[in-house]
């Protein structure tokens, strides 16, 4: 069955810096729309950054600037470049793989901005 697999959460202080990644196994990235989303304790489950196969970009207005999604087909990994992190950023971080009527989600990683 498909597997997306995130790394890369941590404890950071505001201003700080991390990338998450999310591999992907039994399953074709190139095909597949990429998406980073994040949910907050209280809150719902919201779109950070949307990547298309043709490696278009999307971003919620509030990461716009600070952060970046990007692919790697080879490696079947999808990340997301944050910085200038906040203590709104606080979440768990979910990536995303769609393609026609399927949709797969991983595990999640948490992100804790805090000083």
């Known amino acids: 069955q498909v597997q997306l697999v995130e790394s890369g959460g941590g404890l950071v202080q505001p201003g700080g810096s991390l990338r998450l990644s999310c591999v992907g196994s039994?399953?074709?990235?190139?095909?597949?729309?990429l998406s980073w989303y994040r949910q907050a304790p209280g809150k719902q489950r919201e779109l950070v950054a949307f990547?298309?196969?043709?490696?278009?970009?999307n971003y919620a207005d509030s990461v716009k600037g600070r952060f970046t999604i990007s692919r790697d087909n080879a490696k079947n990994t999808v990340y997301l470049q944050m910085n200038s992190l906040k203590p709104e950023d606080t979440a768990v971080y979910y990536c995303?793989?769609?393609?026609?009527?399927?949709?797969?989600w991983g595990q999640g990683t948490q992100v804790t901005v805090s000083s």
């Open positions: 039994r399953i074709i990235f190139s095909i597949n729309n």
């Open positions: 990547i298309t196969t043709g490696s278009n970009t």
């Open positions: 995303n793989a769609a393609v026609g009527r399927g949709s797969w």
